[in-house]
């Protein structure tokens, strides 16, 4: 397969369970190795960089949403916003991560452990954390997947408007045909390949 | 459902069971070396009587009564020994020697040695002598010469390296010297000879009870007047370090079984809480809390019963194998076979124990709420009241297998008492770890520093279960290796060079400076040099000591050495009383202070009197202190110490010890002192104390070698203590790692994290294993603490250093392996 994608492009893959949806995230974002061919991600082969390298390009380049919400256990709310720069060595992104914070509604929540919180505050947290660093690419594996209606609604609209205003590219992994027609270009994807590819006018 | 659950766990339950086998092998190799070097101990102790009996008598034994007596045995020897002049040929002089005339093949335990080495068994044919090696240098003779006894000339066959057992440590102011039986009646020596002792030895099968046995003789005999001594009246030589060495047995033993159950504690936790999903959807399908508790806990009982027999088959294999290497080392021939009895009793109590321990975390399992499926991240919570039952079942567990290894019931209780105050402090520590990093962590420290000392006090944290377990495990082991270290340092000082190895008696008090000054010449030092006045008891309590009922007969028969001092020396501690340092009353009672085992005897006590003969003048005494006394450093002590300015006039002599570097040093110094001073006698103990030496030296091997095998009992603590912490910090690294962790930054969090942890869990186990090591050298093995510097600062840092490296053996997974897994909404 070929694809590639341009800076705050939004990309949506679909396909039925099973396709590689969430395996060719995984190849994009460094987190497994291809067996052929070559993933460029802002002009770095992954395939030529150790984990340790991709560790430190995902830091400056990626952000992530799971369909989980993936938050540190023994971390705070606004714990877990900070990891991506407390990893870079930033100090300074306290008044940066309380203001995501406050955007994504959480603002009384701040101190509280991901326990404390309900599944839809939870991807909240993930994607205030997924902005934190302000990534070039952000790659979100079903994020409303665990969300009802009700709550998956403010997330994905969230998840657009940040998308736009900070000019991240969004790639989004999604069963969810009304999600998928929000992005730019859909995939469709099916034993490993892609079937058909998509551009939707929405502009 | 307990076996299909295990399907996909399987592995982690072999770890699981490894933890238990570990544990129930540490158990059974030590209770099972235990009673193996328990029983070669016993018959070493008999080594140093040389059978099982030992008859002494002044008369000759009469034909009936040695028939009488050969019937309780299997094999008997008599002897007969008696000083007598020994004429060195041809004309190189005489010196009066304590002969020893045997048949038969005494002794029956340990062996004699001699150079060169058939040369014991020449003996038995007759016609020859064996000498001790300083007289053969004190007359220039040498191997095939002759010499003169009686009226017979016999061959010097060769010279005694290690003697036969003695009748008693002073048999005789004279070297010994080893002739046939036979030889000696041909001597024409005894029937002349009033001063001849003669004996029988006595090797009987099987002796349940040395006291019913020598009662059963002396209602036999009621008009024999006979010195009976069984291996029991030997072990004093030994002095503590038989009675120490099977307390720290029975110790080594319990806290192997602790240590086994911690572990296996801790890998139960880590097991259920790895199931707290699939029990909360279970628990959502409608199964009742007891079913669920009871599907886990079939699991640990069928992987408890399955991990205890594979321990109790490797025990055995440890238990052969350690004595089949050490064999030469141990100090007794311990046949390498397995002890069948012990085998099943440790692997059915580590079994039981074990069970009581998984029971702990398995509790928890009913606290396990439906609702968890709806929200996961729980972690296991129980409550302390619901496990009482269980605590109090465990430590009763405890005290049983501590009441049955020997400790009474007191001690037992102070024992187990002892790790329940550990087990408390270790978890206030814990608790309060938590209360302080939750304070001072501050938003200004570095986020690695931050994150690791956060993760101590935050949600998931394994601050108590690491403190509880490793913290236990850490002070259970300091205390057995200080405490075999303490025994170990004890034996090594009994063993001392400065025990004396030579006695020279019959020193009159104006030969006291003479006799010194010789031994100065020759390089020799004064050890000791004390008066001593012989003296007979007449009445204890104004009955006259024959008549005292329950006092034995050898008593008023027993001529009794004495000294004076006014202080103690130092292997003598008070038990009663205080030491009198003058005669109050110059014309009054006099104070006296008497060993305890002696007090026994005469059936006295603090206030007590005794008038004592001293060579015709009769003395009052009472009795104002009671003396342990430790007569395995070979030094001189007394059943009596008198006062200062008593028995000054009293007609006696004085006893001077010191040590001699070899046979020659000896040989030469008493050729010296035979010129100068002819009526000076000089025992020579270096034989003795060889003898002694080298049991003591095997004991301190054993200790060694089992208080290593305890590290293996603490091997499945630090198993299940890394397990525990084991899942949380994988998916949180390799999130971390997602996040664009490096893996430096994530090795960094783990080693602050179980750098912390580790360090303070050494700290709290070790300060608890000196205090435990001070109650116990205290109250237990009543010795003086001996703080091994060493050994706390390698707890210290091992301890640390096992942690540090569990948790980087932990993220080396995180760091190899591709982070796709978390996407996989992975657990």
């Not at chain 1, 460029?40 to 991709?54: H, P």
């Not at chain 1, 830091?59 to 799971?66: A, Q, Y």
């Not at chain 2, 311990?334 to 069948?340: A, C, F, G, L, Q």
Request: aromatic share 6%.
């Amino acid at each position: 397969m070929n694809l590639s994608l341009e800076s705050g492009d939004t990309l949506a893959i679909v396909g039925p369970s099973g396709s590689g949806k969430t395996t060719l995230l995984g190849l994009c974002a460094g987190l497994d190795d291809a067996t052929a061919g070559s993933v460029l991600l802002d002009g770095f082969a992954i395939e030529t960089l150790g984990q340790d390298e991709r560790a430190a390009l995902r830091n400056r380049l990626v952000g992530f949403v799971f369909q989980s919400f993936q938050l540190i256990p023994t971390l705070t709310a606004i714990e877990n916003v900070l990891v991506p720069l407390e990893l870079r060595g930033e100090s300074g992104g306290q008044a940066e991560a309380e203001e995501l914070l406050v955007e994504v509604g959480l603002g009384d929540r701040m101190d509280h452990y991901p326990l404390q919180l309900s599944g839809g505050e939870q991807q909240r947290v993930a994607l205030a954390r997924a902005f934190i660093h302000r990534p070039k690419i952000l790659f979100a594996d079903e994020p409303t997947g665990n969300l009802d209606s009700g709550t998956s609604e403010p997330i994905v609209e969230m998840l657009f408007r940040l998308n736009r205003e900070a000019e991240t590219a969004l790639v989004l992994v999604t069963h969810d045909s009304r999600l998928a027609a929000k992005a730019r270009r859909v995939i469709t994807m099916r034993g490993g390949s892609i079937v058909s590819e998509e551009e939707n006018e929405i502009f | 459902m307990a076996w299909r659950d295990s399907r996909s766990q399987r592995l982690r339950l072999v770890v699981f069971s490894l933890a238990i086998v570990s544990g129930v092998a540490a158990l059974t190799a030590i209770h099972s070396l235990k009673t193996s070097v328990e029983g070669g101990i016993e018959s070493e102790a008999k080594s140093l009587l040389g059978s099982d009996l030992r008859v002494s008598s002044r008369k000759k034994l009469k034909s009936d009564e040695i028939e009488s007596l050969t019937k309780r045995a299997e094999r008997v020897s008599r002897e007969v020994s008696f000083p007598s002049m020994l004429r060195f040929l041809p004309d190189r002089g005489a010196r009066l020697m304590q002969v020893r005339g045997m048949d038969g093949a005494y002794p029956f335990y340990g062996r004699v040695e001699t150079q060169p080495i058939e040369a014991w068994k020449q003996l038995r044919q007759g016609g020859g002598i064996l000498l001790e090696p300083s007289v053969l240098d004190q007359f220039s003779a040498k191997v095939g010469d002759k010499v003169e006894l009686g009226g017979i000339r016999l061959t010097i066959f060769g010279v005694i390296k290690k003697p036969a057992p003695r009748g008693n440590r002073f048999s005789g102011f004279a070297p010994e010297v080893y002739v046939q039986l036979g030889d000696i009646e041909r001597s024409g020596l005894i029937g002349k000879n009033s001063m001849a002792s003669h004996q029988l030895h006595l090797q009987i099968k099987e002796v349940r009870d040395e006291r019913k046995l020598k009662k059963a003789i002396r209602e036999e005999f009621p008009k024999s007047r006979w010195r009976m001594e069984t291996p029991e009246n030997r072990r004093e030589n030994l002095g503590d370090a038989l009675e120490n060495f099977q307390k720290f047995l029975g110790l080594i033993a319990l806290a192997s079984l602790a240590l086994g159950a911690i572990g296996v504690a801790g890998a139960v936790h880590a097991h259920v809480t790895r199931r707290i999903a699939t029990i909360s959807v279970l628990r959502c399908l409608g199964c009742p809390g007891n079913l669920a508790f009871g599907i886990y806990f079939a699991q640990a009982i069928a992987l408890g019963l399955l991990g205890a027999l594979l321990g109790g088959g490797l025990g055995v294999g440890i238990q052969v194998g350690v004595l089949e290497v050490l064999g030469d080392k141990l100090p007794v021939s311990v046949i390498p076979s397995p002890e069948w009895r012990v085998v099943a009793q440790t692997t059915a109590t580590g079994f039981l124990v074990c069970c009581g321990f998984a029971l702990l975390p398995l509790l928890k399992i009913q606290g396990i709420s439906p609702a968890i499926t709806l929200r996961s991240g729980s972690c296991l919570k129980g409550s302390f009241w619901q496990a009482l039952p269980i605590y109090l079942l465990l430590v009763g567990l405890l005290l049983i297998v501590a009441r049955s290894n020997g400790s009474d019931w007191r001690r037992s209780l102070a024992l187990v008492g002892g790790m329940v105050v550990a087990f408390l402090l270790l978890a206030t520590v814990a608790r309060i770890l938590m209360a302080v990093t939750r304070r001072i962590v501050g938003k200004r420290w570095p986020y690695l520093l931050r994150q690791g000392v956060s993760n101590l006090h935050r949600p998931g944290n394994q601050t108590l279960l690491f403190l509880l377990s490793l913290g236990l495990g850490a002070f259970l082991l300091v205390t057995i290796l200080s405490v075999g270290n303490l025994l170990n340092e004890r034996l090594t000082l009994q063993q001392s060079d400065e025990n004396p190895n030579l006695y020279l008696i019959d020193v009159q008090a104006d030969q006291v400076s003479g006799v010194e000054s010789v031994l100065r010449d020759n390089g020799l030092p004064v050890l000791e040099s004390l008066p001593m006045v012989t003296m007979r008891v007449q009445s204890i309590g104004g009955v006259e000591v024959g008549k005292v009922e329950g006092v034995p007969g050898w008593v008023g028969r027993r001529e009794f050495r004495s000294t004076y001092r006014n202080r103690l020396n130092f292997t003598e501690t008070i038990l009663e009383g205080e030491l009198a340092t003058e005669r109050a009353d110059p014309s009054g009672i006099v104070p006296i202070s008497l060993e305890e085992k002696i007090a026994r005897d005469l059936k006295v006590g603090i206030g007590d009197e005794i008038i004592m003969d001293v060579q015709g003048i009769t003395l009052q005494t009472e009795v104002t202190s009671i003396r342990k006394v430790d007569w395995s450093r070979f030094n001189l002590n007394f059943f009596m110490v008198f006062p200062p300015g008593v028995l000054e006039d009293a007609p006696g002599f004085n006893v001077i010890t010191t040590r001699t570097p070899s046979p020659e040093v000896s040989g030469e110094f008493q050729r010296e002192l035979a010129g100068e001073f002819a009526n000076v006698t000089a025992i020579d103990l270096t034989q003795i104390l060889e003898e002694v030496r080298d049991i003591l030296g095997d004991i301190s091997t054993v200790i060694t070698v089992l208080a290593g095998f305890t590290v293996l009992a603490g091997l499945p603590i630090v198993l299940g203590t890394l397990m525990n912490g084991r899942d949380v910090r994988l998916k949180e690294s390799v999130l971390l790692r997602t996040l664009g962790a490096s893996s430096k930054q994530v090795r960094v969090i783990l080693v602050i994290e179980y750098a912390t942890l580790g360090m303070l869990t050494a700290l709290t186990g070790v300060l608890l294993a000196i205090g435990a090591n001070y109650a116990l050298a205290i109250f237990v093995f009543k010795a003086s603490p001996w703080p091994n510097l060493m050994l706390i600062f390698s707890a210290l840092g091992l301890v640390s250093f096992v942690s540090v490296v569990g948790g980087l053996v932990l993220s080396r997974g995180v760091c190899e392996h591709s982070p796709l897994e978390i996407l996989r909404g992975g657990s």
